[in-house]
T-cell receptor
Framework: DVKVTQSSRYLVKRTGEKVFLECVQD?????MFWYRQDPGLGLRLIYF???????EKGDIPEGYSVSREKKERFSLILESASTNQTSMYLC??????????????FGPGTRLTVL | KNQVEQSPQSLIILEGKNCTLQ??????????LRWYKQDTGRGPVSLTI?????NTKSNGRYTATLDADTKQSSLHITASQLSDSASYIC??????????FGPGTRLSVLP
């Protein structure tokens, strides 16, 4: 079974703090994704990475950055947390971006609260 | 603009009853459509995948249908169980690298 783990289930930070969310997958997948999920909205893509050190902006990259130094690990960084970044953050990985093997496997999520 | 809409927003049914969730999309060019189940506090898990040429796919008590002409899909749950209480998310993939997520339908199954 593919396993995607996220470093924290719940996180509380203060406005202006730098926040690191980490994601690790154990299936040698090429692609990794960071989404945020807010009530009434579909998952929105923040960034994704298709290879080590490669990244592409998603729909809502503002206020976020990412790092992928190793294939299995993808980090999301909030440079200066703000209250409007309070959300559920989901990490996912997929083997490919085309065909039936483009299925995304999700981690359990990190619920971040910024005070 | 690529969009996925789902209805109803929420649904309450009694255990043992059947229900059908709807998904309409405008994603083009279409590659595949997946239904995910997301339990509270967990990440989504894939239930079914359908490509353009498939119009029905089953996974146990879950049956998904796809009408690529009208760009509609449905997820039918038979003989619901308490464990079916979750959000169900429709996700449409284009031929590029874009996954478009619907807002989900929140299903509550009551005893």
């Amino acid at each position: 079974d593919v396993k995607v783990t996220q470093s924290s289930r719940y996180l509380v930070k203060r406005t202006g703090e730098k926040v690191f969310l980490e994601c690790v997958q154990d299936m040698d997948h090429e692609n990794m994704f960071w989404y945020r999920q807010d009530p009434g909205l579909g998952l929105r893509l923040i960034y994704f990475s298709y290879d080590v050190k490669m990244k592409e902006k998603g729909d809502i990259p503002e206020g976020y950055s990412v790092s992928r130094e190793k294939k299995e690990r993808f980090s999301l960084i909030l440079e200066s947390a703000s209250t409007n970044q309070t959300s559920m953050y989901l990490c996912a990985s997929s083997l490919l971006l085309q065909g039936a093997k483009d299925e995304q496997f999700f981690g359990p999520g990190t619920r971040l609260t910024v005070l | 603009k690529n969009q996925v809409e789902q209805s109803p927003q929420s649904l309450i049914i009694l255990e043992g009853k059947n229900c059908t969730l709807q998904c309409n999309y405008t994603v083009s060019p279409f590659s595949n459509l997946r239904w995910y189940k997301q339990d509270t506090g967990r990440g989504p898990v894939s239930l079914t995948i359908m490509t353009f040429s498939e119009n029905t796919k089953s996974n146990g008590r879950y049956t998904a249908t796809l009408d690529a002409d009208t760009k509609q899909s449905s997820l039918h749950i038979t003989a619901s169980q308490l464990s079916d209480s979750a959000s169900y998310i429709c996700v449409v993939k284009d031929y590029g690298q874009n996954f478009v997520f619907g807002p989900g339908t929140r299903l509550s199954v009551l005893p």
